[in-house]
């Protein structure tokens, strides 16, 4: 039988997620990355001043895992460089969530793969625009 115990600080990530919503502007890169296996979908959306990031929000759809990975990466990376959150690794968000079990260990990695989507569309230039209801609805 697959473990699935999860630590109060997953927990706690989980039901009082931090920074969830949605930034816009300018000075605004969103990155996004999906799960077909398990569903889930997450969006990172990064204001960077200066090279660093000054604010940070997320949207995710999926488990309660995918939650608190998200909301566990963004309390990781606010205040950042751009340069030092490309360090923070999937290993280090579940950590910092004292352990997931390890069927959710995949929850941790669309967290950190959102971040560097979004720090890789800010140097391109890229601008993706939120996903819509129907959109996440259909996908």
């Known amino acids: 039988m697959k473990s699935t115990q999860y630590s109060e600080k997953t927990l706690d990530h989980f039901r009082n997620p931090r920074n969830v919503g949605t930034l816009e502007g300018d000075d605004v890169a969103i990155g996004r990355v999906g799960n077909p ?42 205040g950042m460089t751009l340069d030092e959150a490309l360090g923070v690794t999937r290993g280090n968000v579940a950590d910092a969530l004292d352990g997931l079990p390890p069927v959710k260990m995949h929850c941790s990695n669309l967290a950190a793969d959102a971040l560097h989507d979004a720090i890789k569309n800010w140097r391109s230039g890229k601008k993706l625009n939120p996903l819509t209801a129907e959109e996440v609805a259909g996908v």
């Open 37 to 78: 296996v398990c569903g889930d979908l997450m969006e990172m959306y990064i204001q960077v001043v200066d090279d660093r990031i000054a604010d940070i929000r997320f949207q995710t759809f999926g488990c309660g895992s995918a939650v608190a990975t998200s909301s566990m990466t963004t309390e990781l990376v606010k």
